[in-house]
């Protein structure tokens, strides 16, 4: 299961996993506060695209199609977070006022369907008497 929540929320204790997934520490935030599990600074947008959505949410379509493009360029930058997100729960921190449209609700998306792509692991097949 994967969750988004703004850091400024108060951890719950079913939050699973907390990862923060902004590329600047989040202003007013101490480290200890947060507690995180992982800061994936690169799994966030790019600076570029960040400022481009801050400075035009209405472009928000282009901004998601955009960031999915950067994400599917870079699977080293999120595929750690699909065994906590299948196995548990994750929640994806972000510090954005918008809680409708931000990267972490992308990024949640993104993984969502790359584990229902890869679906369930599968037991292998038993050729038994087919040799």
Known sequence: MIRCKRVYDP?????????LVDRLWPRGCRKEALELTAWLRDAAP???????????PENFDEFRR?????LAGHPEYWQA?????????????????????????V????????????????SPVCYAGEL
């Open 11 to 19: 951890v719950a204790a079913d939050d699973g996993q907390r990862v």
């Open 66 to 70: 955009l960031y999915r493009r950067q």
């Open 46 to 56: 790019s600076s570029e695209l960040r400022q481009q959505l801050h400075q035009h």
């Open 107 to 122: 990024l949640a998306e993104f993984l969502e369907e790359e584990l229902d792509r890869r679906g369930p692991p599968s």
């Open 81 to 105: 977070l699909l065994a906590p997100a299948r196995d548990g729960c994750l929640t994806l921190l972000f510090a954005a006022r918008d809680q409708q449209q931000n990267n972490a609700i």
